[in-house]
């Protein structure tokens, strides 16, 4: 499989409310000889941990196939050894690979491959990610076969969240986008799984995700949704006048992503990359309403890995190699406002390893 390596039930986190704290969930599920500072779970936090569940996308055509194929190639890598770099993500990552969801997208990100080969040829490294997904969704991939357990990797990066923040915004609309009108995936990439509502041109079909205002949501939305915010809809906290409130919530679901992988490979040095600029291209101009979110989110994201103060967790943020003095996304590097392509991703992946410090 291009790219992918060079050289089951969802189980529900406890946690106590007030005072107790989990304490496996905060330090990375205890990990040896690692003391991590302790966090009080606020009450909001921890009702949105709740909903934040590991999900399987087992509806969508093809998810569970591209799941079984990565999880396929993590248990061939344990027979054969180790490796050395273990990266996950979604669509941005596994445009590394040169695909989405599985399918061929060589053409559009043959930079991304090339520039993959080049930094780890006769390296063991693979690349765990899917298209589309959601953090939850990856923390249900780290717990189903796609962990990088039994690896016994030096360095484990994720990029995950863009997909949060896009779908957030429907939760929170005062908070962000009034509603999905991006491009979050390739339209070829999405093919039949893809949507585009009426009022959307058919060239803009944004990749259906987990998380959306239950109301009036179409059967492939709502089959993405944690089953307690469809089963109860008023279980999310309420926004309370804070415009940073979907960043938080991606903060939280990555920050499960990270424990996990502590929990997993706690020799390992875990990189936590931030957020991209997310800017789908609308009519030839960057929307700049998930802003905010991003910046939210990856102030958290760094915020929490500072006070973890442990030399195996490294935060870096790499979208300012996107971003024109304006603020907008340089659309050379990053064509549709949200995966780095050609230039884009050779300088996104340079950054990466400026922070894996891989030999």
């Not at 529900?12 to 003391?35: D, E, I, N, P, Y």
């Not at 863009?162 to 093919?191: F, I, M, W």
């Amino acid at each position: 499989m291009p790219g992918s390596m060079t050289g089951s039930a969802p189980r529900r986190l406890s946690f106590l409310l007030g005072l107790c704290c989990a304490a496996s969930l905060l330090s990375g599920g205890g990990s040896r000889g690692t003391v991590h500072a302790a966090t009080v779970l606020s009450e909001d936090d921890a009702r949105w941990l709740m909903l934040l569940q590991p999900a399987a996308r087992s509806e969508l055509p093809g998810w569970l196939d591209a799941h079984d194929r990565l999880a396929g190639e993590v248990e061939a890598a344990k027979e054969a050894g180790v490796l050395d770099v273990v990266v996950y993500g979604d669509s941005i990552m596994e445009a590394f690979r040169g695909e989405c969801l599985g399918a061929d997208w060589s053409q559009a990100y043959s930079a991304n491959m090339a520039a993959w080969k080049r930094a780890f040829e006769g390296k063991r490294a693979g690349i765990f990610a899917i298209c589309g997904d959601q953090a939850v969704h990856l923390l249900w991939r780290l717990k189903e076969g796609e962990g990088p357990a039994g690896l016994n990797p030096r360095v484990v990066t994720v990029m995950i969240g863009t997909n949060d923040a896009a779908h957030l915004s429907n939760v929170y609309p005062e908070a962000g986008a009034s509603k999905l009108r991006g491009c979050p995936c390739p339209a070829q990439a999405c093919g039949r799984h893809a949507r585009h509502p009426p009022d959307q041109p058919a060239s803009c079909r944004p990749c259906p995700g987990p998380l959306a205002r239950p109301s009036g949501l179409s059967p492939a939305d709502r089959q993405h949704l944690p089953a307690a915010l469809l089963t109860h809809p008023g279980a999310a906290p309420p926004l309370q006048g804070e415009s940073d409130i979907p960043g938080h919530i991606i903060s939280l679901a990555v920050q499960q992503v990270v424990r996990e992988l502590q929990r997993q490979v706690p020799q390992a040095t875990i990189v936590v990359f931030g957020l991209l600029p997310l800017q789908p291209q609308m009519l030839g101009k960057p929307d700049r309403e998930y802003d905010g979110i991003i910046a939210a989110a990856n102030k958290e994201l760094a915020a929490f890995v500072e006070g973890q103060g442990s030399p195996r967790l490294v935060y870096k943020d790499c979208g300012g190699d996107f971003l024109l003095p304006s603020g907008e996304v340089d659309s050379t590097r990053m064509p549709d406002g949200v995966h780095p392509a050609g230039e884009g991703g050779e300088l996104l992946l340079k950054c990466m390893l400026s922070a894996m410090k891989v030999d």
